[in-house]
């Protein structure tokens, strides 16, 4: 691979050597040396202030994140490198103000559109979050299905489209784009969740319960996971284990642009965990699992429920013994013991000229 010509590197030895070489005073070289790194450090300030931002915005201590939006402010107002504009954008997107955030991607395509077309992408499939941020699916769905058809693509692209197919009750457009990115399922949690979700709304209980009870092993940091698994458990009326999910729920990494909110989950797992509530929460979940599965409460069911203290209800569908992978492994192994009655030419033959016909 061709390595880069580091030029500032050059030029900085260049002007080095050319000031030593002044027949001037040691002083006069060193004030001169002095001026030129002010020069430099001022000509590159926006780079300065980037990265205070980024120490402060991924400090564990919160009140941190607050002193990172001036930062991103002043590095951006002084010449930010348009990629690290488009990170600073995605960072108000996620943690700060996405109002802001969704207008330095707007500023950024306005301004910049053309220049560097997978930049472009990436500005576009962030713009197409704040767009359903907002609530306007269907301009967030035009806008990702635009980066989508120049033939770009990405984990992000595939994420994001799949969510709002979802959303939209699209199932056929949602499976299509998780078979195209079946290669990136296994090391994306992320799609690898959509394609549970899928499942869900398809009534595919089975499949999702394979899933979703492999997916949580590998400790997803996003709560949805552990929402959609347990929507999964409660329609197999395993509310206990569905309220350890939850919890885990709560404890993930919440962020502007999680489909799923603190306030909903806890609400669900409050209700669950009382006995007076806990039969009318579950049957509500299951009735309606285009809600909960999109980060929305269930529709309220009318009628009387009796209190419950079980860990697993009655009344709901039965949870199949083995995991569908074991059943699979071992119908495959049946397959492979059957004897083989297929008859070859050699044995037509044979019987033939046997007069075993």
Same mark, same amino acid.
Do not use: C
């Given at each position: ?79 930010? +490198? ?19 955030? *969704? ?34 699916? +269907? ?33 056929? *457009? ?5 078979? @195209?990115?079946?290669?990136? @399922? ?112 269930? *529709? ?13 209800? @009655? ?33 037509? +033959? ?8």
């Amino acid at each position: 691979m061709k390595r880069k010509t580091n030029w500032g590197l050059w030029m900085s030895v260049l002007v080095t050597v050319i000031v030593f070489t002044l027949a001037i005073p040691t002083y006069s070289k060193i004030l001169l040396l002095a001026l030129y790194i002010l020069g430099i450090i001022y000509l590159k300030r926006s780079v300065f202030y980037y990265v205070k931002a980024n120490r402060k915005i991924t400090s564990e201590n919160q009140q941190d994140w607050d002193q990172a939006w001036p930062l991103y402010r002043k590095a951006i107002k002084a010449g930010l +490198q348009k990629s690290f504009v488009v990170t600073s954008a995605s960072m108000f997107l996620q943690k700060g103000d996405a109002t802001e955030g *969704k207008a330095i991607l707007e500023q950024y395509l306005q301004s910049s559109t053309g220049k560097d077309p997978n930049l472009d992408n990436i500005a576009k499939t962030m713009l197409s979050m704040a767009y359903w941020m907002d609530g306007d699916l +269907q301009k967030a769905i035009q806008t990702v299905d635009q980066v989508y058809e120049s033939g770009y693509r990405d984990k992000n692209l595939f994420i994001n489209y799949t969510t709002y197919a979802l959303e939209k009750g699209d199932l056929s *457009k949602a499976k299509a784009l998780l078979d @195209e990115s079946a290669e990136m @399922e296994n090391s994306s949690p992320g799609i690898r969740d959509n394609r549970g979700w899928l499942y869900i709304l398809q009534g595919n209980w089975e499949q999702a319960d394979e899933l979703f009870s492999d997916l949580i092993q590998k400790n997803p940091r996003f709560p949805e996971p552990y929402v959609h698994y347990a929507q999964v458990l409660i329609h197999y009326g395993q509310v206990q284990a569905a309220i350890d999910m939850l919890r885990r729920a709560l404890e993930a990494r919440f962020s502007n642009t999680s489909g799923m909110k603190q306030q909903h989950i806890q609400h669900l797992l409050d209700k669950l965990e009382a006995a007076e509530t806990r039969l009318k929460t579950a049957k509500e979940i299951d009735a309606d699992p285009v809600n909960v599965a999109s980060g929305r409460m269930p *529709k309220p069911l009318e009628g009387t429920f009796a209190a419950q203290d079980s860990e697993i209800l @009655e009344g709901f569908a039965a949870r199949p013994s083995k995991p569908l992978k074991q059943k699979k492994r071992k119908q495959e192994d049946e397959e492979e013991r059957l004897p083989n009655t297929d008859l070859t030419e050699a044995d037509l +033959q044979y019987i033939r000229e046997h007069n075993l016909e």
